[in-house]
């Protein structure tokens, strides 16, 4: 695939995903997921590889953007920082650990202070 190629299929990538994002933001009535709200979901997973489906889902489509979306997109040069290996509950726990030194940040939405959490742990100093 050429270069121009690659660069319209990871734009398509980064809105396909960036609408999953926004979708996922709100719970079924319509509510925007704040931080606060999925610790709430995720606590399962400080004890064990859990399956609690809503935080598992909603960490799993925020990795997916995270991965694929070119740093312009979600302002945040991080995303190409995180260990390869890296699992989901690993992913969850990092997030429940910042939640528990920022408490602060569980009014904003969900994404955000995952993002936010994912830099803190992995910090890069360059965008990849």
Known sequence: MSHKGTTWLRLWL???L???VRLSAADAD???VTAAILASWCEPYRTSDSSAEPCWSYVEVMRAFAANAPPE???HSM???LP???TTPELIRVFLRYMDTHPQVGTEPAGRVQLMAYQAAY???TVP
């Open 73 to 75: 997109a979600t302002g």
């Open 14 to 16: 980064a809105a396909i």
């Open 84 to 86: 390869p290996t890296i």
């Open 123 to 125: 910090p890069c100093s």
């Open 79 to 81: 995303v190409k920082c």
């Open 18 to 20: 960036f609408i999953s």
């Open 30 to 32: 319509g509510n925007v």
